[in-house]
């Protein structure tokens, strides 16, 4: 069966990752606004727009659901650089990079 995820009128939304947890089925991807990609999760069908650094790009590549917890993995943009990070339960945790390094991303997340 097909379901419809929310999205913004007349742009793209993208799914990246799946989840289920409990029956619930979590979706981890970005919908974009005409100017921006914004990380985001569906719990079922309602989407949760995840933060970024200034307002900038993001994206989710991972999404896992522990102990009632949500967790996403993915990047935001700073300045010119792609940053590694996660989300827990909406708040962004940025992981090291390299020194130099311009270019990153968590591909996936797991919780144990």
Do not use: H, Q
């Not at 990380?39 to 995840?50: A, F, M, N, Q, V």
């Not at 996660?86 to 996936?108: C, I, Q």
């Amino acid at each position: 069966m097909r379901i419809d995820l929310s999205g913004n009128p007349g742009y793209e939304a993208v799914v990246n990752a799946v989840a289920v947890s409990a029956g619930v089925v979590y979706s981890g991807g970005y919908v974009n606004n005409g100017s921006t990609n914004i990380p985001c999760y569906w719990k079922g069908t309602i989407r949760y727009e995840l933060p970024t650094v200034g307002g900038n790009n993001g994206n989710v590549r991972g999404i896992a659901v522990y102990n009632g917890n949500i967790y996403c993995a993915g990047d935001v943009i700073n300045g010119s650089t792609k940053r590694p990070c996660y989300w827990k339960n909406g708040v962004r945790f940025d992981l090291p990079m390299p020194s130099g390094a311009a270019l990153g991303y968590a591909a996936d997340i797991e919780v144990k």
